[in-house]
């Protein structure tokens, strides 16, 4: 699946980084807790998320993340935009709660990976 297939699902509006779009991932997770996503969540390519701030941009940036989703209609101010563009993570949003976005994503065939021991 690639991140333009994401887009189509969720049907997100793009808000930088249309340029990766062609780029294909194979796992997602949803979170709004980074200290989570830093400590659990391993090889993931697209980030769900509601919490709206640069710290969001940073955890995807150390996770080799390719894109993040903001769920629940959420926009990142154009600090936010600017800091993704800088670490080219592309940045979506859909007006889809997280619970849903996470469950239209699984049954398209777009996988968790979540580390736990």
């Given at each position: 699946?690639?991140?333009?297939?994401?887009?189509?699902?969720?049907?997100?509006?793009?808000?930088?980084?249309?340029?990766?779009?062609?780029?294909?991932?194979?796992?997602?997770?949803?979170?709004?807790?980074?200290?989570?996503?830093?400590?659990?969540?391993?090889?993931?390519?697209?980030?769900?998320?509601?919490?709206?701030?640069?710290?969001?941009?940073?955890?995807?940036?150390?996770?080799?993340?390719?894109?993040?989703?903001?769920?629940?209609?959420?926009?990142?101010?154009?600090?936010m935009i600017a800091l993704a563009n800088e670490r080219q993570i592309a940045l979506m949003s859909t007006s889809h709660r997280m619970f849903t976005?996470?469950?239209?994503?699984?049954?398209?065939?777009?996988?968790?990976?979540?580390?736990?021991?």
């Open positions: 699946m690639t991140i333009n297939d994401i887009k189509n699902i969720l049907d997100c509006e793009v808000l930088c980084g249309d340029e990766y779009f062609n780029k294909e991932v194979h796992t997602a997770c949803g979170s709004d807790m980074m200290s989570d996503v830093l400590a659990y969540v391993k090889d993931q390519s697209i980030l769900l998320t509601g919490l709206v701030n640069a710290q969001v941009i940073r955890t995807a940036d150390m996770m080799d993340m390719l894109c993040i989703v903001f769920v629940r209609g959420k926009k990142p101010d154009q600090d976005a996470c469950g239209l994503l699984w049954e398209n065939g777009l996988r968790g990976g979540a580390y736990l021991e």
